[in-house]
């Protein structure tokens, strides 16, 4: 069984920057495409953006981009998102996610993380 925990969200002013980070343990973790959602108050979970095992990044939702990236360490378990010129509609928590095929990383992954609160002030 897979477990992913997040870190690193936290209370920021618009315009600056965090780092997320999502450790996975319990399965082998190089072989999945790796996630990351987020979810506003009041809105549904969101796509934001995903890694092959290979480190292949797939970042184009028009919300983030230019803005965050996505990147992994396999041999840390653990992947991580850069979020720069913070705005404060990126306010919500953000899920990190985890799956062994591409097709599910995008949409219903298997495997998910409790998330960790980003708020933004303006």
């Known amino acids: 069984q897979v477990a992913l925990v997040e870190s690193g969200g936290g209370l920021v002013q618009a315009g600056g920057s965090l780092r997320l980070s999502c450790v996975a343990s319990?399965?082998?973790?190089?072989?999945?495409?790796m996630g990351w959602f987020r979810q506003a108050p009041g809105k549904e979970r969101e796509f934001v953006a995903a890694?092959?095992?290979?480190?292949?990044?797939?970042n184009d939702v028009d919300s983030v981009k230019g803005r965050f990236t996505i990147s992994r360490d396999n041999a840390k378990n653990t992947v991580y998102l850069q979020m720069n010129s913070l705005k404060p509609e990126d306010t919500a928590v953000y899920y990190c996610?985890?799956?062994?095929?591409?097709?599910?990383?995008?949409?219903?992954?298997?495997?998910w993380g409790r998330g960790t609160q980003v708020t933004v002030s303006s």
């Open positions: 319990g399965g082998m973790f190089s072989n999945y495409f």
């Open positions: 890694i092959s095992w290979g480190g292949d990044a797939t």
């Open positions: 996610a985890g799956d062994p095929t591409y097709h599910k990383i995008r949409t219903t992954p298997a495997y």
